[in-house]
């Protein structure tokens, strides 16, 4: 359903219509978020789709390797925390709390969720960025933009 209005449509219209209104997505998932045999295109159809980040109960390994590669910010629930103990139904604005400050491997990461009521719930996240090279590709939107980068700067 694109929000607010509810209407139903393929995933993919709604996502080019969130570009168009230039809002970010976040995805939200489950356990062992991304296991399966075609991670590296999850990832690249995840970012293609305008997903800025992912909040996950937990990451399969590569797969959270190929979103961080793609420039995709993953996320992990605290322990007892789920997007079923949270009632998240679709209808949510995500918002991921000014981390560009003190964005580093491992640090907690404040989401605030704003529901259809109106009401409102700050939740505590882990950010799952886990090696100082993680990062770096990271911040630069992705490996392919942290190579680029540096063989430009001749590095």
Known sequence: KH???GKIMPIYDAAMLYQDAKTPLVG???KD?????????AAKG???LGVKAVIAESYERIHRSNLIGMGVLPLQFKKGVTRKSLKL??????????FADHLAPGVEITVL???ADG???SIKTTCRIDTQNEFEYYRHG????YVLRQLKAGV
Not at 89 to 98: L, N
Not at 142 to 145: C, D, E, M, V
């Open 28 to 30: 939200i998932a489950g």
């Open 46 to 48: 995840t970012i293609l």
């Open 89 to 98: 139904d679709g209808t949510e604005t995500i918002s991921v709390e000014g």
């Open 142 to 145: 992705g490996i392919l933009r």
């Open 119 to 121: 009401q409102q719930e």
């Open 33 to 41: 978020y991304g296991m399966g045999s075609s991670r590296d295109w």
């Open 3 to 5: 929000q607010p209005e």
């Open 113 to 115: 969720i704003k529901r």
